[in-house]
């Protein structure tokens, strides 16, 4: 089952930044948070990840609350092509684990 | 481009049937994941390879099979092949298994 929690759908205007928040309230120490998205049926898409620092890159920022019990995937900037079901999945550092996809949440980018 | 490759990109076969789907994951990565998503449904973990072996196994029918050979390319065979099977499947590649996962862009498997 996902350690996770993702509202179903969220939609954000053109232009501004997209906040997708994800709970993980029973995230262990040595799982790192970890986020996808799938764009209509392609593949999904490696975003970013963390453990406990924020972390930024070409795609996006991710945020982590001091506690790890919750983060935030942040879009700078949202497109059309931002439109996806994004994912988030906590995920052990060891090599036992795989990644366990929830429904995550749709975000649809209005133009 | 996630690097990772599968063909065909397209299946279409009749019931009962056997097909073997291939994936060839990133070049230097040593893991390979397989997943199913049926119609509107989630993404369904299978089964996982590193360096030719069974690493772990998920939601895979025994009608299922997989394998990673030395060049460390994957297959997934599906036989006895339902209509239920119709489905999404993608392949998945990384370095290390504790380490990010890069998506093929899937196979779409049609039984009629």
């Known amino acids: 089952d996902a350690k996770t929690t993702q509202p179903p759908s969220m939609d954000c205007a053109e232009g501004r930044a997209a906040n997708l928040p994800c709970n993980h309230s029973t995230i262990s120490g040595n799982e790192y948070v970890y986020w996808y998205r799938q764009i209509h049926s392609q593949g999904p898409q490696y975003i970013i990840h963390?453990?406990?620092n924020n972390e930024t890159n070409e795609m996006a920022s991710l945020i982590i609350t001091e506690d790890r019990k919750s983060s935030t995937l942040i879009l700078p900037h949202a497109t059309l092509r931002d439109t996806a079901v994004y994912y988030c999945?906590?995920?052990?550092?060891?090599?036992?684990?795989?990644?366990?996809f929830g429904p995550g949440t749709r975000l649809s980018v209005l133009p | 481009d996630s690097g990772v490759t599968q063909t065909p990109k397209h299946l279409i076969t009749a019931t009962g049937q056997r097909v073997t789907l291939r994936c060839s994951p990133r070049s230097g990565d040593l893991s390979v994941y397989w997943y199913q998503q049926s119609l509107d449904q989630g993404l369904q973990f299978l089964i996982h390879?590193?360096?030719?072996?069974?690493?772990a196994k998920g939601n895979i029918l025994e009608r299922f099979s997989a394998q990673q050979f030395p060049d460390l390319h994957s297959e997934l065979n599906l036989s006895s092949l339902e209509l239920g099977d119709s489905a999404l499947y993608f392949c998945?590649?990384?370095?290390?298994?504790?380490?990010?996962?890069?998506f093929g862009q899937g196979t779409r498997l049609t039984v009629v």
């Open positions: 998945a590649s990384s370095l290390y298994p504790n380490t990010e996962a890069f």
């Open positions: 390879y590193y360096n030719g072996e069974e690493r």
């Open positions: 999945i906590v995920r052990a550092d060891n090599y036992g684990q795989n990644f366990v």
């Open positions: 963390g453990l406990k």
